[in-house]
């Protein structure tokens, strides 16, 4: 939570509005039943994400700064709390689905009363009569853009549920704006062309070539690190959560990773030599879970005609093998990784590497919901991996804690991340279901170990020299 | 399941107009959102019950009579079976509230595309051109009877995880509704009068009298019986469900029947004794239940500034003395009549007396959805005990099981109560939220023992002679 | 609890030692190891059973009539106290295993020192200096006998959960024993040698016949009953528990019992007629523990190489299709008996034709701790069934609960059985675990319908005429 | 596992016997029954950990050494397999104590004959006529050093269910024992009794001084150091376990070490403060774990009559506020840290400060099985931290990965350790029941951050500079 301190007001208000519309565009597709429902404890209804992102600006920003502010319902301090001890008491969290009222259009009069609120207060603050804690509004902003990628997972998640496999919104229309992109990117088109005869091809379900071959020879390279004395963390420019401060000095061994993301074909492989059936390649944790669940492939896949289909936002359908695989928990990403002779990046290797990377990839606001395969040139010689950013977060071997030095925020704001340094592992890179604006090389997601309904996947890396 | 085969088609059709609206005006109330919940694995979202209620009738009566009939979704076959598995696998019941899509208004299309075929149905029948399975229809007008009274419960239980209290609808109108018939009926405003006084005196929370005095003092009375070979059972006419059959003998011992329900005031005694804190009046299962639950008083009940209050569908209140005690399971009905000196009615005795009472009272029509105190004159000389009817559903002490000679009907419709004959206990007369066509002397009502979210209360009785 | 008033203080001092040294007798042949595990929940520790059962009478009989008397450790009133409230707090249950000291010695001497006061006690009582509640000692008898089956079928648990199969007693034993009662009753002989045949033909497992034949073929025939008014229930004379009475009148139809008990052979059939994969004959809750338990067998059959073996106390081998099954649940004997179309039969048609039958059969003390097939004549001609009594309990269709105009008695022998009467259903004729003068055919035991543990098994019952 | 292949098999072999010998050595006081129950599915039986120990060497070097080796029981490889997926299935973990065959004796036999194999390979291998793999053995040496810890640990938790509170040792021997110590050491006997009227003041019960009093006054002091590149791990020379491997650099801040464990008058003052009741100071899983296993005080601590008590292997006594705290989980230890204004020491930061110290302190052999308060001197002047090693382990706040560059050893040895490194912290140090030859600088010990029933405390450390 540092240095949002020299943005104009004027240019935060118009963030304000910017993140908060994106929050209703996703809501958009969904009827009011959608919105309701909570599918398991770990998720929460939409209208829940609705509100709670609209009760953290009313306390934490309204509350304090102006003393005429008046919340629409009291009741709603409890209601909408997810965690904050320091603010009171919290409303059940595996019950957040059984609060029918207020609804969705009460939900929506909440945004839109603090809305209003909120540009009284920017209002005011312009005119030096009100303080205007522009640090506690950009973390707003970023816990609503952390929200809007659960809302998008939560709800894959409750629809996994329905026997009638509704979709969320149409490919159709994703097909029309790529093609409306191609007619400005003429490159991409043979790509496209070429990925559809893959498709095909696969389809018809031709056998799998062998195991150490299928391990091999598809990849597509590495990119090295000689590793030495590095640094991580935040680096004082922009915002960033608490929990990747203070910068700090790592050694690393010299060390490789992957060019690009583990393909749905690469993946594929591993669960034919018997990935979830023998013991060898997991984490005893994970063999137990793998057990208890009865997990077989990846979460969303089905098994159809001896065809893997999968469950996406955009409808249901066969699996395509150059696809990153994604869905996995961390006990599968890390038993795929020692299967195919190599290991998870660390956080601090993966950090290294992707602050040279720029930050594009295929985000939330790309509409595709789902992750894609890689662009063609990959680029491994030109030394930045591939897929850095967006499609799936990658799973890092390193468990979620508190970097040296480091001090949580004092009051209620020191809950957002210091207490859930335990028990979890670290991800990077962000998602399509991530805003664009809202990832960085220094960002820390985070997730126990067995979580799979996140888009998640895997990066190899390895040491090296 | 026997006897309707003389009701002719006219008034068939009549009567399933009728059924069918009353359950669209149980629904009125509510949202969209409060139609989508389902709060425990034992109860169900109201969309549900309003899509399976018209499931039935495709099922069992327009699918085999009509060929040219189409559903409107071949997966709703699946999704809406209950627990029959002679028609297929059923879609699991925790998950109901899961299923988001189809939505209130699509349900609502399906009641109107299966109401406007039984009308064709109806029609056709009238002409000659088609069967009409009219025993089929009546049980699946009573079975759409059950679940209004089941959508009654569960929303009741759905709205008490809210802690907005939100009501279903206002305590105003059934004041008004009363108003209107008490200028009908004068002698009752007096009664009224008295009620609201007893209930300001217990606000002020007046230290209950000693225990013996408790227990005794306002009791009204007992109707006796002096046993015999009695005959138990649907005597012939009318509907009745297959579980009520054969008619048979019993032979009973002299006893006797209270001559209204137990009483909050009363059953307030019993908590104030130590009724939940001792183990002596409890059997072994209800303890150890009473213990993991951790239950104090009845469901609703919460305890605030040293009062009981409690949770109705007409708001939150104050408990009143003078209503009949509700919403405790079987356990707790056997407990207190235990701490009373007294038992719970077997099925048969309570059968041969309430054979000879009228069937009227406080039901899901009178628009209380919440017992009320026994009318003035409560008649115990008049011979028949009061509250027979309506109100609370009465546990008795029997286990719910076959009639010696039962057979289960064939096929499908055989698993509509046959196979549930296990674990559960009888329960007798009707509630508040039953419909008043609903329910007969003959009628058994079953739960599990331990079950509170349905309108059941306690009527004691005792071995006389 | 009624009628050993006039037993003379000698014979019950002599009852005594006999019941005591039966227990010990079956402890004989377990380690100290064996003595001490407790497989689940239900089942206790060998090692409590016996102070257990001397806790009853140190607490109920020594404890008031002795002031002298001093236990050897104040603990073990609570320590061995199972269920008396009116006692006082109990030990946990589930943590007997777990409460190594006092150890097997240690309880050994419990024993010993408990039967020397209950010595000083018949004499002082003989000498007229100390008051003898002969009806209370012939209860803690018949108590430590019920507790001598529990130390069979918990130790026989016990041993399964062993993969070296380990033997409660060899079999050898058991065939020399025969062979010495044969000696004496030699139109045995061939019966048995014909059985072996039988066995040695069924190892080659040969296929079933088809189901309806296999069905009725080798159904031997049914005793009829013409129903009417019986009564049941204990009748005065020699010891009988307080659930059993008071004697009353009930009302039977007409009906027929089966002349011999379901035989493995039977069930085998039920079996491969699918009768674990299919719905249709279970009982709801049954078909729900069939799937959450994974049924496919009685308790304690595995299949090896294409047949099934069972664990018996005398060692791992192949079923026999001509004993009775067993180790059944009431929802397997309710499942099969609808499969066989016929059904269960009440507790009262099976005391009914009991109380004719002399009571004989294969109890405890022949040492088979098996059932055995039935004699060859089985008699159905001679209108008495056989395996009335002994080799397994048979599971009744009803339900435990009070008798007509029951009371249970006052204090903490109150507790014996009457707070367990829910959701448990009655079993009759005990088994090859019951010892002989512990059973009578007023007898009612009871179980979860859930429980397989004990010896129970299946006796068809049908409406006739 | 590197480095024991300079030792001549005579030492070896002598090392081997002492090492076996102290196993049995733990188990003389207890009875057989001790030996058999298993009180968590964590803990085994003690009869397990004396088989399984055994088996590891009739495994890993019995069998691959000798052809001519035979078991006493070929099922042995089965059910005393712990997790090694490797050599094959292993026997249901939470079942371990319900397999009383073999018995103790067996047990017993086992071993000998085990050690007796042994005594013939070391012969053999003397005389060149077998190969003698030196490093499994000195891992089998170290595995059941492990399982000595266990033995002492899981019979503390099983004993922790007795009411009658039996102890392991006499206190009385300790005492005398120490009396013996104390004539040569004269110096520490005034020491000891001050310790005494310490504790007879805080018998009666002193109210606590002030929080900020508390937490400061009798804290003696830390050790600093500079931080920078240090090398952690193995470095080469004696026994280590693979996950201790490589050895390899690390950056450090400067930071500082606590000069002794946190006492038990220490952590009493957080209890005091409401430790237990607030979320602040609590991780969020930690705060769910205290709420769900409603925890309000260290493991093993009972309150009576307003004092704290203490179940310790020497029988149960009052907590002594000078001790080391003991028997508290990850979250209790970082909640104490917190609330202390410091934090547990990374892994790193603790070894670097440990290689310095030299190994002795409180360990098994010493007899105290419990931990003792610091010596007098408590040298912080020296610069070395005191009570570094044994008394209790210490948590750190690195959860338990992998070293940078490790790689687990092929075959069944490398799930030693590897399979673990997910949902687990690392403790470093050794306790009071850790052999003191077990023990190292490296050693890195590792439990879930809720796991209590091990010895293991606090000892807080901070930022500097």
């Not at 009827?31 to 992102?53: C, F, G, I, R, Y």
């Not at 909120?118 to 952390?146: K, S, Y």
């Not at 093609?179 to 990117?185: L, P, S």
């Not at 480091?406 to 991530?434: D, H, W």
């Amino acid at each position: 939570m540092t240095g949002t301190a020299t943005v104009p007001a004027t240019s935060l208000a118009r963030q304000y509005r910017a993140v908060r519309h994106a929050s209703a565009w996703l809501a958009e597709p969904m009827t009011v039943e959608d919105q309701v429902a909570q599918s398991m404890p770990d998720a929460s209804p939409v209208k829940w994400h609705l509100a709670h992102t609209t009760w953290f600006f009313e306390t934490f920003v309204l509350k304090p700064a102006l003393p005429d502010y008046r919340s629409v319902n009291d009741a709603f301090e409890h209601l909408f709390n997810s965690y904050y001890n320091a603010v009171g008491p919290q409303f059940s969290r595996p019950q957040r689905g059984l609060v029918t009222r207020p609804g969705v259009d009460a939900v929506r009069e909440y945004r839109a009363h603090v809305d209003r609120w909120m540009d009284t207060l920017f209002e005011r603050a312009a005119a030096g009569d009100a303080p205007l804690a522009e640090d506690v509004i950009a973390i707003g902003l970023h816990h609503e853009q952390q929200h809007q990628e659960l809302i998008v997972t939560d709800f894959k998640h409750l629809l996994s549920f329905n026997p009638l496999r509704p979709v969320y919104r149409e490919r159709q229309e994703r097909q029309e704006r790529q093609e409306r992109q191609e007619r400005q990117e003429p490159q991409e088109r043979q790509e496209r062309q070429e990925r559809q005869e893959r498709q095909e091809r696969q389809e018809r379900q031709e056998p799998q070539s062998g195991r150490a071959a299928e391990r091999q020879a598809g990849f597509p390279g590495w990119v090295e690190h000689s590793g030495g004395l590095v640094e991580i963390g935040h680096a004082g420019d922009g915002f960033a959560y608490d929990n990747e401060t203070p910068r700090h000095k790592v050694f690393l061994r010299p060390f490789r990773l992957a060019s690009r993301l583990v393909t749905v074909g690469e993946y594929r492989a591993f669960m034919e030599d018997g990935g979830y059936e023998r013991p060898e390649p997991w984490l005893s944790d994970g063999w137990a879970t793998v057990q208890a669940q009865g997990w077989r492939a990846p979460l969303y896949w089905e098994r159809h005609d001896g065809a893997w289909w999968q469950q996406t936002l955009t409808g249901f359908r066969q699996v395509d093998d150059a696809e990153p695989v994604c869905h996995v928990s961390f006990y599968e990403a890390d038993a795929y990784a020692r299967w195919a002779g190599a290991r998870l990046a660390s956080e601090a290797e993966w950090e290294t590497v992707a602050a040279e990377a720029p930050i594009n990839g295929n985000f939330v606001e790309d509409g595709n919901w789902h992750p894609a395969p890689p662009a063609p040139p990959a680029s491994p010689a030109a030394g930045a991996p591939a897929q850095i950013y967006g499609d799936v977060w990658e799973w890092t071997q390193s468990p979620y804690t508190s970097y040296p030095g480091y001090r949580a925020p004092e009051g209620a704001i020191g809950e957002y991340n210091a207490k859930f340094m335990c028990n979890q592992m670290v991800l990077r890179g962000g998602s399509c279901a991530t805003p664009r604006s809202h990832i960085r090389a220094s960002y820390r997601n985070f997730f126990p170990p067995s979580a799979r309904w996140q888009f998640a996947g895997i990066r190899l890396a390895s040491d090296a020299g």
